[in-house]
């Protein structure tokens, strides 16, 4: 597989041997539209609605969960768990293929959440403090380009929490990830398909280079996947969106502005500490008001 993969990518290298992405890049709903046929099989669907289980269990059984928003569910995983357990939920995308998708899955495994397609934004329109639990989770959030859609998301989730309600936010670490300038997410093989998830690092200019009072950042990634179908003499397409890199630091800060009294820290689900170097999620607990 890695041979395969190396060939693939080296398609793109240019003189230098650095790699660039030649393909569109798609707005979210376009990306995620795209994938929606194979995003199941990317991200181990089957497998995780029992092996997360547990970790939902604990969380509906500590807050007292009994109806959800899942903020960004996809094709409906985690929605299916919590529905599982007995919790009333509402699945939102941007994608409206993927929640096609979430609800062919819900029927397959018995769920009875329900799914629309709706933009955070109008979040706040639709609902109002009647959530128990607002979920954010599979790296969602750095897709917002701009910090007021950012904020605007971020205060909607806010604004649907009842007083003691938990809002449970999960990205990767991108502390770690532009540190160390981490190009591959992740790799997985099926027996028909080959997944890789990578990043391009993009620079941006700030100031005139022309007179040379320039900054050069790296404030945008290209997100970009790479499906190969082994069935097909190894034909591949490669799907390619731009994100926003959020920081731990940033991300709290941004809660806190929001109104969010609480916020705590980890580095998964299981609220393992957070260890900026090496944890691979950022993961956020964070509720109206302060704990006891």
Request: charged fraction near 30%.
């Amino acid at each position: 597989m890695v041979d395969v993969v190396k060939t693939i990518m080296n398609l793109n290298l240019s003189e230098n041997g650095k790699f660039e992405t030649y393909g569109k890049v798609k707005s979210i709903s376009e990306f995620y539209d795209e994938l929606s046929e194979d995003y199941a099989d990317m991200i181990e669907f089957s497998a995780k609605v029992e092996s997360e289980r547990e970790i939902f269990e604990n969380i509906v059984s500590e807050y007292k969960i009994k109806r959800c928003l899942d903020a960004g569910c996809g094709v409906g995983l985690h929605s299916i768990i919590l529905s599982k357990l007995g919790v009333d939920v509402v699945g939102i995308d941007i994608s409206a293929s993927m929640i096609e998708k979430a609800r062919e899955f819900a029927q397959i495994f018995g769920a009875s959440a329900k799914f629309e397609v709706l933009d955070f934004s109008t979040i706040r329109d639709n609902y109002r403090e009647e959530f128990d639990l607002v979920l954010c989770l599979g790296n969602t959030l750095p897709h917002f380009l701009n910090e007021k859609d950012l904020l605007v998301a971020l205060r909607n989730f806010y604004n649907v929490l009842r007083g003691d309600g938990v809002l449970i936010l999960q990205i990767l670490n991108y502390d770690k990830i532009m540190e160390m300038e981490e190009r591959i997410i992740s790799v997985r093989e099926t027996s028909d398909k080959i997944f890789v998830r990578f990043y391009d690092f993009e620079p941006t200019i700030i100031g005139s280079p022309s007179l040379r009072v320039f900054e050069i950042r790296r404030d945008f990634l290209k997100f970009n996947v790479l499906v190969v179908d082994k069935t097909k003499n190894y034909a591949y397409k490669l799907v390619t969106t731009r994100i926003k890199p959020i920081r731990s630091e940033e991300l709290c800060k941004k809660l806190h502005m929001v109104g969010f009294k609480s916020v705590e820290i980890f580095g998964d689900l299981f609220r393992n500490e957070f260890k900026s170097e090496v944890s691979k999620n950022i993961v956020i607990f964070a509720q109206k008001v302060k704990r006891e």
